[in-house]
């Protein structure tokens, strides 16, 4: 049935990708090196799609010097890489963030930097706020809700209230005024629902933050949740992942299709192997080079510069991918089509935070 769907979006022929029925999708431009510094973080989420947690502190699961000098050295000598997108973990405890924020900046590059709010209580990180400011980087922030139960039941017990905190904080520094230093919130559904509309949940969040917690910020990016990893497992122990699965299909929209990150975007491990996107390398399905071989940063630290490579190479494409296609499309920028172009029988959740997710 779904696939039927697809086949009348698309000519046959473009159904080629290694999953059972997702359309063939191929890189176009690169612009974005998204670079997942490690696994370490102060937090660990039950929906993570990363399984970050304070224990991923080891070297098998972090960026090294080495590795970072080789991305420094490839912004140097690949002026189409506009755009580094730093994510972890929680990045800033890599003890080589800074100075690879630094490096980049100083080459002219766009520095995003996906912040989880609650590490800038962490020990020798009280300075973030300030310091993100004089580097000038977009901020990422992650605040599943505006609702302080719903918060803590997704990121662990008294995430909100620090992470309000750190908002005051990044705003006291200059972020999310409406002025250069941009700081955008990041908001996924807690359960196997699509997200709501970007542009109608925003208002109730600016709303709800500014009124009730003197909070300020830019833009609302909603993302839908992968069924990968800690959530798969949750969706798993409920019963409700085969139902998710089959909710990600039935919303796929075609609209989407043109602006999934993975056509403008690479992404690096901490180990130095290569992928179309961030999930696809917790999944270990690897970026494969136009002789069909998995790719590293070394491979491209060795090919001619210009980033050639890339052009029209084929995205390894599988069942989760569904989700970045699913009713206004989701992407680490939030969601891709128009929301009145979204496939209208996909669910929605009410304009709010969605209920508890029970596991
Ligand atoms: S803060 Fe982000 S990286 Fe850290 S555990 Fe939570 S979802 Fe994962
Ligand atoms: S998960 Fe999304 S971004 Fe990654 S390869 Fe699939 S469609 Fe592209």
């Known amino acids: 049935m779904v696939a039927e769907r697809l086949d009348s979006l698309a000519p046959a022929a473009a159904f080629r990708s290694a999953a059972e029925d997702f359309p063939y999708v191929a890189k176009t431009r ?5 670079f997942n510094i490690g696994r370490l973080c102060n937090q660990a989420c039950r929906h993570c799609h990363v399984d970050s947690s304070p224990a991923r502190s080891g070297a098998g699961d972090n960026a090294s010097g080495e590795l970072v000098d080789g991305v420094l050295e490839l912004l140097r000598r690949e002026p189409g890489l506009e755009t580094l997108d730093l994510t ?61 139960e719903n918060v803590d039941a997704q990121r662990g017990g008294g995430v909100f209230e620090k992470s309000l905190e750190g908002l005051r904080r990044l705003n ?26 970007q542009a109608a949940l925003e208002p109730d969040y600016r709303r709800r933050l500014g009124e009730d917690h003197g909070v300020a910020f830019d833009r609302l990016l909603t993302i839908t949740n992968q069924p990968i990893h800690r959530f798969r497992q949750a969706l798993v122990r409920s019963g409700e992942l ?15 299709l043109d602006r999934l990150m993975c056509r403008r975007a690479v992404s690096l ?24 071989a998995a790719m590293t940063l070394e491979d491209l630290l060795e090919a001619p510069a210009g980033l050639r490579l890339f052009d029209e190479l084929a995205v390894t494409v599988d069942q989760h991918c569904f989700a970045c296609t699913a009713g206004a499309g989701s992407s680490c920028g939030g969601s891709l089509a128009a929301e009145d172009l979204a496939v209208v029988e996909a669910p929605r959740n009410r304009l709010s935070c969605s209920p508890n997710f029970e596991v």
Request: hydrophobic residues 35%; charged residues 20%.
């Open 269 to 292: 491990r901490w180990d130095g192997r290569l992928y179309d996107c961030d999930f696809n390398l917790v999944q270990d399905l690897p970026l494969k080079g136009p002789g069909g």
């Open 88 to 148: 972890g973990g929680a990045p800033e405890l890599n003890p080589h963030f800074r100075r690879l924020v630094a490096g980049a900046r100083a080459l002219g590059r766009e520095v995003y930097v996906r912040h989880n709010l609650t590490v800038q209580f962490e020990p020798g990180q009280e300075d973030l706020p300030r310091w993100f400011a004089a580097q000038g980087v977009v901020l990422f922030c992650y605040l599943p809700c505006y609702l302080e």
């Open 242 to 256: 085969e139902s998710y699965l089959l909710l990600l299909k039935q919303s796929f929209n075609k609209a989407t």
């Open 30 to 34: 690169v612009e974005t090196l998204q």
């Open 172 to 197: 006291a520094a200059g972020f999310g005024g409406g002025g250069p230093l941009e700081l955008q919130l990041v908001y996924n559904p807690l359960g196997p629902n699509l997200p709501p509309p």
